[in-house]
């Protein structure tokens, strides 16, 4: 199967339709995800256009992990999070929905159940008060 450019991250990534944008360089994006599992749940998103980690590039994996890393323990600094999950789903059958790759940081509080993957869309203000917090933790 092929990459093909019009699903949802390849228009935020190309600016066509907003993002709640965390930090973006030339190789990444990371961004709230608008249907979150918990509080904080931020997607990390290599810009090098692959369906997912079955077509990847290893050398885009090399460059995104330290990254993923980063994200994670901001995510946790700038939430208080008592855990983070780590997701990356490859194909529908295994749960995947957008056919660009891309990693799911979900911050776990102890005692509070995850969302369903691709649940409630949350509040703009508060997405958009996330990214700045998580941003300064970076
Ligand atoms: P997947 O199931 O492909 O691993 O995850 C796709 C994720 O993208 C889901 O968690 C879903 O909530 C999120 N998502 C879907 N559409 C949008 C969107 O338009 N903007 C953002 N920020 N996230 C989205």
Avoid: W
């Amino acid at each position: 199967m092929s990459y093909d450019p019009s699903n949802i991250f390849g228009k935020i990534l190309r600016g066509e339709i907003p993002a709640h944008r965390v930090y973006e360089d030339d190789t990444v994006l990371v961004m709230m995800d608008i249907f979150p599992q918990s509080r904080g749940h931020c997607l990390v998103i290599p810009k090098a256009p692959s369906r997912n980690l079955l077509d990847a590039d290893p050398a885009t994996l090399s460059a995104v992990m330290p990254l993923v890393q980063k994200v994670a323990k901001a995510v946790r600094a700038a939430t208080g999070a008592d855990g983070i999950r780590l997701a990356q789903f490859n194909e529908a059958p295994a749960g995947q929905t957008v056919f660009h790759l891309h990693f799911h940081v979900i911050p776990v509080y102890e005692g509070v159940a995850l969302g369903a993957h691709g649940g409630g869309k949350a509040d703009d203000a508060e997405l958009a008060a996330l990214a700045r917090d998580i941003a300064a933790a970076l």
